[in-house]
């Protein structure tokens, strides 16, 4: 299979090249606005659709990464990167008749849940359970941005024919064939290599001088972080699962790993994709050593 990563030399789409590169299953191509040291990229910027479209051509599935991850940046940041470029690689992915695409959700999708009930969600025996069916609450305009993307990529995958032709001729005038699946994957906390545990926002504050090991904050981020991890390999088997789900149509999968203290519902997850996630943050009582 033939994949092609938007953003793939972030966090995410290194985790993936790392987990799933080296399987005789799949062929990546990696895409990012600039070139990568250690792996062959395609330089392409998401914003210009005239830039993206002939790196599509012969492509099974997509996987769009690309994007500004910035909870306090600007609309017109948010705007140009996440929003026009999303809408941008999708109609590339349309014209060159890509079947399968695959979108980096996120948790900020329905973030005010969090923004309202921290730090008590953090609590294993917290009584919340969020389904992908909840209403969205997002809390930035990042947040605003991975709604949009779920949006146009059901309309891109569920748009018709207007059954009514002429007596209702606005019914829906922007039909595609393709892609015939879109799957959203609402991402938790992806951290890099070094960081890759439950304390890895902790000791990452504490390697920047942030906060001290023995500090509140320390306490606090690893609080959230063993609720929110997403492991690397927990990562890989999520996107394996995707690309071989033959599904057609749109829908909404959870990511993160089989954290005890995870206020999101994984089952349909589970049940859907078959994910068995292999990592636990409340397992983890201390950072690695």
């Given at each position: ?18 987990q ?15 070139d990568?040291?250690?792996r ?8 210009d659709?005239d830039?993206l ?11 769009h ?12 940041k ?13 109609q590339a ?25 921290s ?31 779920e ?6 995958v ?5 059954p ?8 829906v005038t ?11 994957l ?5 951290l ?8 890895g926002?902790a ?27 997403l492991?690397?390999?927990?990562l ?9 789900h033959?599904?057609?149509g ?19 997850t589970?049940?859907r994709?078959g994910?068995?996630?292999?990592d636990?943050?409340a ?7």
């Amino acid at each position: 299979m033939h994949i092609l990563i938007t953003g793939a030399n972030g966090t995410v789409g290194s985790a993936i090249i790392d987990q799933l590169g080296a399987t005789d299953e799949y062929e990546f191509t990696c895409l990012d606005v600039e070139d990568h040291p250690d792996r062959e990229t395609v330089v392409a910027d998401i914003t210009d659709r005239d830039d993206l479209r002939g790196h599509f051509d012969d492509v099974d599935a997509v996987i769009h990464l690309a994007a500004a991850v910035d909870l306090s940046g600007s609309w017109e940041k948010i705007l140009q990167n996440n929003i026009i470029g999303t809408y941008n690689v999708l109609q590339a992915a349309a014209e060159a008749e890509v079947e399968k695409f695959v979108f980096a959700s996120s948790i900020h999708t329905v973030g005010m849940y969090e923004v309202e009930l921290s730090p008590e969600i953090y609590d294993p025996e917290y009584d919340l359970t969020l389904t992908h069916e909840d209403p969205v609450r997002p809390d930035s305009f990042y947040g605003l941005s991975k709604v949009f993307g779920e949006a146009v990529g059901r309309l891109f995958v569920e748009s018709q024919e207007n059954p009514l032709g002429d007596l209702h001729p606005t019914y829906v005038t922007n039909t595609r064939e393709y892609p015939t699946s879109f799957y959203a994957l609402r991402i938790k906390t992806v951290l890099g290599e070094e960081y890759d545990h439950p304390y890895g926002l902790a000791e990452m504050g504490v390697d920047e001088g942030w906060w001290e090991r023995d500090s509140e904050e320390y306490g606090y981020m690893a609080d959230r972080l063993k609720c929110t991890w997403l492991s690397h390999r927990d990562l890989g088997q999520l996107v394996d699962c995707l690309l071989g789900h033959d599904e057609p149509g749109f829908d909404i999968f959870w990511g993160v790993s089989g954290n005890d203290g995870t206020w999101v519902d994984l089952t349909y997850t589970r049940d859907r994709l078959g994910y068995e996630p292999q990592d636990n943050g409340a397992e983890w009582d201390a950072p690695p050593e």
